[in-house]
């Protein structure tokens, strides 16, 4: 029977130390030398190339001594390198503005039913409106969680849930019922997003001395089929009634535009993705 090591051949490495001449310094070493498969070190004032390669493969050529117009040329490609990262982390730091900062306008939603792109960023954009969107500097960028399914803005809460269906030993489940919708967030002790909490308190879960549900902030829901489909704006909603277990909370909300949301044949293909119903699932062992 073969070894680990036979089995698995491109585990194997080979390596290869070549002294290297005297040099005045590090820099002067590396830059002298051109070494394939490795790098110039220094130790205990003696230099030398070390070169790694799988073994079995070719060995790389020794280390060879470079003119001083390719030392010069490699020391200008350095600085060009160094520059072009420079500039790269600068238009990186895009100048970005907190969501929870910015109001939406109910006037400048997307048409109820309508797909409104793959990503939240789009989502979000769909709120805010085109005319705000072409009012801001191409400089700026909105700041917010684009992880978890709240997101806060001024006015609005923002829910993104995937309706891929339901079964009866899942922990948690985002369905569609007539005018309804179910709609799970979990809260661990280490396992919550950060607006998951806000979102609770403001519309009652975490206060028990409120009797009834309702935040100071509108609710809009975007929903899709599945991880590869495309969001779709189910317009406005709001919590009429919650429950919890074992820090699973179940919120049950209900569509404000049902009526014109129930006729777009995107809300048809909605409806089919979260009736989808799975058996219990079963461990097997091969």
Not at 113 to 127: F, H, I, M, P, R
Not at 165 to 171: E, I, L
Not at 215 to 230: H, Q, T
Not at 251 to 259: E, M, P, S, V
Request: a positive charge; aromatic letters at 12%; one cysteine or more.
């Amino acid at each position: 029977p073969q070894s680990f090591f036979q089995k698995n051949s491109h585990l194997r490495q080979s390596h290869i130390m070549t002294f290297l001449e005297p040099t005045e310094g590090k820099n002067e070493m590396v830059n002298r030398y051109s070494i394939q498969a490795g790098n110039a070190k220094s130790l205990l004032g003696s230099s030398f190339a070390k070169q790694s390669w799988e073994t079995g493969k070719e060995v790389p050529p020794s280390p060879t001594i470079i003119s001083s117009e390719d030392v010069q040329k490699r020391k200008e490609k350095k600085e060009i390198t160094k520059a072009k990262r420079r500039e790269g982390k600068k238009e990186r730091r895009r100048k970005s503005v907190p969501l929870r900062e910015l109001n939406g306008r109910a006037e400048h939603f997307p048409p109820v039913g309508s797909l409104v792109g793959y990503t939240k960023d789009t989502c979000v954009q769909s709120v805010l409106g085109e005319r705000f969107m072409n009012s801001i500097s191409s400089d700026y960028g909105m700041r917010f969680n684009r992880r978890g399914g709240v997101v806060e803005m001024g006015n609005y809460w923002l829910l993104f849930i995937n309706c891929t269906g339901f079964s009866k030993d899942w922990k948690y489940t985002n369905r569609f019922k007539e005018n309804t919708v179910n709609f799970s967030i979990f809260v661990g002790k280490r396992r919550f997003s950060e607006s998951d909490l806000p979102f609770l308190y403001d519309i009652g879960c975490l206060d028990i001395a409120r009797t009834s549900t309702g935040g100071s902030k509108g609710i809009v829901l975007f929903a899709r089929p599945d991880g590869s489909s495309e969001f779709i704006f189910c317009g406005r909603c709001t919590c009429y009634q919650w429950s919890k277990e074992s820090g699973n909370y179940d919120l049950k909300l209900r569509l404000l535009q049902f009526a014109d949301l129930s006729t777009q044949p995107a809300f048809s293909v909605l409806l089919s993705a979260s009736s989808k119903e799975y058996g219990t699932t079963t461990t097997t062992t091969s």
